[in-house]
């Protein structure tokens, strides 16, 4: 991943799987250099998805990838 560690990726973990009222209150409840480190990780997360969608669209078949792209989407931010 794009400079991340075991930290981050527990911490991405987290991020994914909160409903939105409760990414709002952990949101609302840090201070703003925790906040910048969560958009750090949210976006490096994202950085490592658009790569990995790159590099493994080579191992799909080229007619039909909208199950791969499907699967995708729920770890999309």
Not at 8 to 24: A, C, F, G, H, V
Not at 46 to 69: C, G, I, N, Q
Request: charged content about 35%.
């Amino acid at each position: 991943m794009i400079n991340m560690n075991d930290k981050d990726m527990n911490n991405i973990y987290y991020i994914l799987n909160r409903t939105p009222e409760q990414l709002e209150d952990w949101w609302n409840s840090m201070d703003n250099e925790d906040q910048e480190y969560a958009m750090w990780i949210i976006k490096a997360y994202r950085k490592e998805l658009d790569r990995m969608e790159t590099v493994y669209d080579d191992f799909l078949p080229k007619d039909d990838t909208s199950l791969a792209k499907e699967y995708l989407k729920k770890f999309q931010l």
